[in-house]
């Protein structure tokens, strides 16, 4: 695989030799080799399943210092939270309740999700959505794609294009807790013999509204192309750099009560004195490199090949100070936990130490895909194909130890590595049947071998190897019955491999322990739409997504902040989606709204709780279990509902103003109240003006006014509970306060 992207590269140095043409490209054309780039894994208007496409102009009107969960609000089904509060720090998104670790994301068709926890960690790729030109979310399995299963939603995002001509651009965006964020952009514009380079740099700092939840982010994107009438070739450069507080432990409601919302136990401290402090290296850092090199062709009117290439390189570690949180924050950390002896100093024999720990880790991830599009008359076919390399590495320090006898710095306790192959393909097709009828059909293969080697965090060997073969067939059809009203039904099985953590938990339960399955759903879908030439399109989607041994979250958090997962056995998710667009006064006004009404269901579900003797000792006695036979799926509001209104009274201006309502959620799957968050409600204020032809080129002046009611509001939150032998309950919560009202304003000058 190096050698296959050593070779990419040579050929990017040679894009002269492909400049056999001295004219430019015509400029249509190159929009549509533009949207050949992500073809493959997007749906078309005849695409019977459910999905939103976001606009560059759209994302560009959200785009105020925050990640792409907040850019993406509107979507239908689509919850965004935040851990620092204010959506510039580590931020996530569920869509139908689905959590990030099933969603697939793609760049320009090329996985995106980390293959080991499945996720996309939107803060290692700071400001992207400034890099972007367009963004499709598919809600359920929909179609077959590139890289981690779909198995809520899919989105593919495409990187900005270059421009007919040259161009240069700076904004800066200044915010409620000292947010800045500063971007630069240029571009040569599409020369005559066809070469184009577009280079962006971005910077955000903030304090954010939690405690300790700073970041310092930057990202670099540049881009080399080179355009004829029938060929695109690209190569790409993302380079982010994050360095953010770490907030993942929430705060409970008795420390809400007596700190504040803005408290965070993060770094907590106490000196021999007693007196409070906070570290202040607690910190979450990463940095990564994507390149990607694009080879789009087209053969004639018909027919086009993609063959990309992509290689994703990651570093990046958490650093804790490491204390006793229950028993005055002064004994720290037990020595044997890190494989260590007691330490005597000064003639006194420690077992346990204060100390700070650094988790790590290191990865290569290669990919090459390809894929073909032919399309001729009443037929749209599409193959795909893609192979996938990861290769990682976890490993722990102790850059310092209180107590320390001989233990050399930067002490490594542990490491482990995960090599981890996928091998995937997939052919879908369209075929109009006559001018109302057509037909779908999609098949894909997935092989996954997964292999890990070496000891873990807590000093078990994890060594095992892994193998997954998932076939995953599609149908659907798609009815015109006139040019105003559409309607569409599909069926889609999705199946899906374990995360990481969740196989570690499963080797150390013994080996042989089965309690950590793949997954497999069957998502049906039926749907309405309506669009009037007059601008009114509406829409209406129902589901059911009837699953097998879905992973849920259990609600707990591991010492990192991952999602502690368990699967069930009979479990689904059932709901209807209302989306409407209208506009008034001549367009001058547009109301967008959409709303998901849903049941999320475990049937026949077991919680299991740890028993303890009493509150005292805390002497471990085994586990207690309570049976329902029939409770709601954490994380699973069962309504989500959103309102836009836009008002633009000239073409230079706009105001919008959004509401988002959330309901409630349960943090465990027990549907207990007091393990739950409250619904919400929360409204954003935003507008802009334009000023066209003035000397300097233009300017855009942004203003956006987030919780613009000063609403007091949680988004997201973890909980456990502990039994005792007297009977006795104790639950742990921690809640991620939202920020309350707060402001950004945006300057874009461009020419």
Known sequence: MKKVFILAGLLALNFPLFAQADKQSDSLKNVHLEEVVVSATRAGKNTPIAYSNVSQSEIKKENAARNIPSILQNIPSLVSFTEDGSGVGNTSMRIRGTDATRINVTLNGMPLNNPESQEVYWVNLPDL?????????????????????????????????????????????????????????????????????????????????????????????????????????????????????????????????????????????????????????????????????????????????????????????????????????????????????????????????????????????????????????????????????????????????????????????????????????????????NNQLSLFGDVQYRNISYRFSGIDDDLTDITKDFTYNFFNPKVGIFYRIDYRNNLYASAAVGQREPLRTDLKESIKGGGEDDRIRPEKMIDYEIGYQFSHENGVNLGANIYYMDYKNQMVQTGRLNDVGYKLMENVKNSYRRGIELEASVPFMENKFRLNANATFSQNKIKNYTAYFDLYDNQANWNWSGQKSEEFRSTNISYSPNIVGMANFTYQPLKSLYFNLLGKYVGKQYLDNTSNDAKSIDAYFVSNLSAGYTFEKIPIGRIILQVFVNNLFNKEYIANGWAATDIFEDGSVKNYIGYYPQATRNYIARITVSF
Do not use: C
């Open 129 to 433: 959505s400034s890099s972007l030109q367009s963004i499709q979310v598919q809600r359920g399995v929909g179609t077959s794609t590139n890289g981690a299963a779909a198995f809520g939603a899919s989105i593919s995002m495409k990187t900005v294009g270059a421009r007919s001509e040259a161009y240069g651009e700076a904004s800066t965006s200044i915010g409620s807790y000292n947010t800045f964020t500063s971007t630069i952009a240029a571009g040569s514009g599409i020369l005559k013999n066809g070469m184009s380079v577009d280079v962006r740099y971005s910077r955000n700092i903030g304090d954010g509204y939690i405690r300790n939840g700073f970041v310092n982010h930057s990202n670099l994107y540049a881009a080399l192309s080179y355009y004829t009438d029938n060929r695109l070739i690209r190569l790409s450069y993302i380079n982010g750099r994050q360095k953010t507080g770490i907030t993942w432990e929430g705060i409970s409601p008795e420390d809400m009560e007596k700190e504040g919302r803005r408290y965070n136990l993060a770094g907590k401290y106490l000196d021999e004195a007693n007196n409070v402090h906070y570290y202040n290296n607690e910190t979450d850092n990463y940095y990564s490199h994507i390149v990607q090199f694009l080879f789009t062709r087209e053969f004639n009117n018909h027919l086009s090949l993609n063959a990309n290439l992509s290689y994703n390189n990651g570093f990046g570690y958490y650093e804790n100070y490491r204390s006793d949180k229950y028993n005055g924050f002064k004994r720290g950390d037990k020595f044997s936990d890190y494989g260590l002896p007691s330490q005597t100093v000064n003639g006194v024999t420690y077992s346990r130490s204060q100390l700070i720990r650094q988790k790590l880790m290191r990865n290569d991830f290669y990919v090459a895909n390809l894929s073909l599009n032919y399309t001729k008359n009443t037929l749209n076919w599409i193959f795909g194909s893609t192979y996938s390399f990861y290769d990682g590495d976890h490993y722990g320090k102790l850059p310092w130890v209180k107590f320390n006898q001989n233990i050399p710095k930067n002490y490594e306790w542990y490491r482990n590595a995960g090599k981890k192959g996928e091998f995937n393909v997939f052919t879908k097709a369209e075929y109009q049947l």
